[in-house]
């Protein structure tokens, strides 16, 4: 696995960036990393690295070309424009970056292209919760999406849910600040017509409307649907709480702090900005496996399939 490692992004980098990258190389023999940034902070990589482990680490510069339209672009924008580049051009398998979310999903979206019939991408988590786990998006990709974003990326989370987790027929909720029917504000309110009968991938159905709690407990969805900021809030602060308390369910279940980018044509993990050096490792390591999984292909299939389906369906019905 090649995985493209954005040297300049997050609060703490390069620092925190070079421990992770390598804390990924030495517990995985299989990995093979490109270093995207400062010559100078990559080498501070290869030289703590064993001879033998060296000839695993390549690096490229922060860099890309005018028509990538980044001759504006900041320092850390250029590191993860240059990741997701390597991707693009087949010189990695995947990218990971604790930079800008915003910049990250751009870049990814000029870069590699979108699904088809996906506007906006939505990055995807995942939390342990009392009865398992729960798939939360969006995190941070769209802060203020429409009724039918939110209904994409409904279906994104039961194509990860099914094709990652292994979840037969996954329960899709919407997040929200009550479960009666007609709770939350005028964009919750559109969204459950749109998913009531909606064909979700993988033998997905709507579940209805949950709430926080539901998050934290589990039981009641598989996949938890919200806008980017909410999503965003909710995520930091269960993450906050379970390293003070400990996480729910399982004991030793423990999650990569990172978000997989769903929509786009490549592996792309985006990590917190005020990420560890444990949490850049563990981003790598996910990055890793989702591409050893094929993960995105598969998800993106079965979005795919089902989008197309209900398109075709649709042109039925209007033409009778």
């Not at 007609?182 to 993988?202: M, Q, T, Y």
Request: charged fraction near 20%; proline fraction near 6%.
């Amino acid at each position: 696995m090649r995985i493209a490692v954005d040297l300049l992004g997050g609060d703490h980098a390069p620092a925190v960036v070079v421990d992770g990258a390598l804390r990924a190389c030495r517990a995985d023999p299989a990995l093979h990393l490109l270093l995207v940034g400062p010559a100078e902070d990559a080498d501070a990589v290869l030289d703590a690295l064993t001879p033998g482990d060296r000839c695993r680490v390549r690096t490229r510069s922060a860099s890309v070309p005018p028509t990538r339209r980044a001759q504006t672009a900041g320092p850390t924008e250029s590191g993860v424009r240059s990741a997701v580049l390597a991707v693009a051009e087949r010189e990695a398998d995947a990218a990971v970056s604790a930079g800008s979310t915003g910049a990250t999903v751009t870049s990814a979206a000029l870069g590699l292209g979108r699904w088809p019939g996906v506007r906006r991408p939505a990055l995807a988590a995942v939390l342990p919760t009392a009865a398992g786990r729960v798939v939360l998006l969006d995190v941070g990709a769209t802060v203020d999406p429409d009724a039918q974003t939110l209904a994409a990326h409904a279906r994104l989370g039961s194509a990860y849910a099914h094709a990652v987790h292994g979840v037969a027929a996954p329960r899709v909720g919407l997040l929200t600040i009550g479960s009666e029917r007609g709770k939350g504000d005028r964009l919750r309110r559109a969204v459950p017509a749109l998913l009531a009968g909606a064909d979700l991938p993988g033998g997905g159905r709507y579940a209805g409307l949950i709430e926080g709690v539901d998050v934290v407990r589990g039981g009641a969805a598989d996949v938890a649907v919200t806008d980017g900021f909410t999503g965003n809030v909710l995520l930091k602060g269960l993450e906050t709480a379970y390293a003070l308390v400990g996480p729910p369910g399982a004991e030793g279940d423990r999650l990569p702090r990172a978000a997989v980018l769903l929509g786009v044509a490549g592996t792309v993990v985006v990590c917190h900005g005020a990420a560890t050096g444990e949490d850049l490792a563990a981003g790598i390591a996910h990055a890793a496996d989702l591409h050893r999984r094929r993960a995105v292909p598969a998800i993106a299939e079965l979005a795919n399939r089902t989008s197309s389906d209900r398109r075709s369906s649709d042109e039925v019905r209007y033409e009778q």
